[in-house]
């Protein structure tokens, strides 16, 4: 005897996509603390201006090395202290906050585009354009980052723009080759080979068809960048090949304070901790970003 389903008055429906992002996200609870930080970085950098008590430049020769207002001689104008020449250490992390977000912005922006140019033309169309492409990838990949990075600026001379030239060509091979990977899994898919019978050209199949359903890993690893392209930018600028003094930024100003570390602590533990908590913001974010986009993760 047959049996028939009930029909039902409330019919299924299905979660908004932000939603479900957002579900699959907020159970990182370090990625949910990770971005909270970095919406704070952002809105610091972008109202520096309003936040910050003091101009970076401006030198109080009265204040110099002076202690965090907690401690003793310490002042409730200089909350963070001041460094080895007067100037107001929290004002100059303030501003520093947005050229250090500048610089992971500019060349996040750049080592992508870069990269998925070279990865999506090299796994689309193969052959030995594709065989130079990642070879010379592989050599990029085979020296150390750093090191490669301090040679592209001791080349083109030591300054802020230079530095992002050299951090974009250093990370430009992880892209490259994720971009190359997903191309290469997407490309003999059904829906890729009705699009070639039905005669689309090879620009639309690259970068319309295919590219599309290969941003996932592109985003979680644009993410991951922004913390390797603010350490990279740090580093350089500590060894005095970035940013040059007198710019507030994060990695200079722990290489000025480096003689003062024994008698001025503050000089020195305030950028690194700053350096230290941001990176760490976007690695958690990258890490849920990660989970959330990815159809293996969820349950």
Not at 23 to 37: H, P, R
Not at 120 to 145: H, K, N, Q, W
Request: proline share 6%; net charge positive; aromatic share 10%.
């Amino acid at each position: 005897m047959s049996q028939t389903i009930p029909a039902t008055d409330n019919p299924v429906t299905m979660p908004h996509p932000l939603k479900e992002f957002w579900k699959y996200f907020s159970e990182n609870k370090g990625a949910v603390v990770g971005l909270y930080f970095i919406v704070l970085a952002i809105l610091t950098a972008v109202f520096a201006n309003v936040l910050a008590p003091h101009n970076p430049f401006d030198q109080f020769r009265d204040a110099i090395l002076q202690p965090p207002c907690w401690m003793d001689g310490g002042s409730l104008k200089f909350i963070l202290g001041t460094d080895d020449v007067g100037r107001c250490i929290l004002s100059r992390l303030i501003h520093g906050a947005r050229l250090s977000l500048f610089v992971g912005c500019i060349v996040v922006t750049i080592s992508l585009a870069t990269g998925i140019v070279l990865g999506i033309t090299s796994g689309y169309f193969g052959g030995y354009y594709e065989v130079c492409i990642m070879r010379l990838m592989d050599i990029m990949l085979a020296l150390p980052s750093l090191l490669l990075a301090m040679a592209i600026v001791a080349i083109l001379g030591p300054s802020l723009r230079n530095a992002i030239l050299a951090i974009a060509i250093v990370v430009l091979p992880h892209y490259v080759r994720l971009t190359r990977a997903s191309v290469m899994s997407e490309k003999n898919l059904d829906y890729v080979t009705a699009s070639r019978i039905c005669g689309a050209s090879a620009f639309r199949m690259m970068f319309i068809v295919i590219l599309p359903n290969c941003m996932a890993p592109l985003i979680v690893q644009a993410t991951l960048g922004f913390s390797t392209a603010i350490l990279d930018a740090a580093a350089l600028g500590f060894l005095g090949m970035g940013a040059q003094p007198p710019t507030p930024e994060w990695g200079a100003m722990l290489a000025n304070a480096l003689q003062f570390i024994q008698r001025a602590w503050w000089v020195v533990t305030f950028p690194g901790l700053t350096i230290l908590l941001t990176v760490l913001a976007f690695n958690l974010a990258g890490d849920g970003l990660r989970d959330a986009m990815d159809p293996k993760m969820k349950r």
